[in-house]
């Protein structure tokens, strides 16, 4: 089975501080997402990744930088979290074949910035 | 920009009854992918069914069906015998052929009542 983890599930940080989310995938996908996922807005890109070292901003980057050093981990970064960041974030990897590949999620991560 | 629209934030069906969850897009392309997702309350994305644009016939999966209308841009979701494990949270997707990221709807809560 695909595994993609993510490594805190509920996270409560201060304004103001430095924040990192980890999603590390065990398949060996080319891509993988960072998504943010609020209520009556859905899922929204913030960052995505079809190589090591390389990324791409989503539709939502401001605020957030990205690195992938290794294909297995991508993390995602707030440089300096905000209340508005408050959100659930998702991580998902899929293969970089065009034939319609499922993208195969983590199980979010619920950020509470204060 | 291409966007997906679901008209509909909650839906609640009876056990054993059949319902529609509702989806829109709207694009340029005439290659391309459209998925459901449903979102547990455990939060992990599960892919429900998928339809590539160029097939005519509407895919389906077990208890799961989709209608699509190409010219209309509709994608809805027929769910028949409904079954309590059936309550979650699902969203349209659409990725465009080539391109590697996935755009959501706003999602439609759905309800099983027993």
């Known amino acids: 089975d695909v595994k993609v983890t993510q490594s805190s599930r509920y996270l409560v940080k201060r304004t103001g501080e430095k924040v990192f989310l980890e999603c590390v995938q065990d398949?060996?996908?080319?891509?993988m997402f960072w998504y943010r996922q609020d209520p009556g807005l859905g899922l929204r890109l913030i960052y995505f990744s079809y190589d090591v070292k390389m990324k791409e901003k989503g539709d939502i980057p401001e605020g957030y930088s990205v690195s992938r050093e290794k294909k297995e981990r991508f993390s995602l970064i707030l440089e300096s979290a905000s209340t508005n960041q408050t959100s659930m974030y998702l991580c998902?990897?899929?293969?970089?074949?065009?034939?319609?590949?499922?993208?195969?999620f983590g199980s979010g991560t619920q950020l509470s910035v204060l | 920009a291409q966007t997906v629209t679901q008209s509909q934030p909650e839906m609640s069906v009876q056990e054993a009854e059949t319902v529609t969850l509702s989806c829109t897009y709207d694009?340029?392309?005439?290659?391309?992918?459209l998925f459901w997702y449903k979102q547990p309350p455990s939060r992990q994305m599960i892919l429900v069914i998928r339809?590539?644009?160029?097939?005519?016939q509407n895919a389906t999966e077990n208890r799961f069906s989709v209608n699509f209308q190409k010219a209309a841009k509709s994608f809805s979701l027929k769910i028949s015998d409904s079954q309590l494990g059936d309550a979650a949270m699902y969203f349209c997707?659409?990725?465009?052929?080539?391109?590697?990221?996935?755009?959501f709807g706003q999602g439609t809560r759905l309800t099983i009542n027993p």
């Open positions: 694009t340029s392309e005439s290659d391309y992918y």
């Open positions: 339809q590539e644009a160029y097939k005519q």
């Open positions: 997707a659409y990725r465009i052929q080539g391109a590697q990221k996935l755009v």
């Open positions: 998902a990897s899929s293969l970089l074949r065009d034939g319609g590949e499922k993208l195969f």
């Open positions: 398949m060996d996908h080319e891509n």
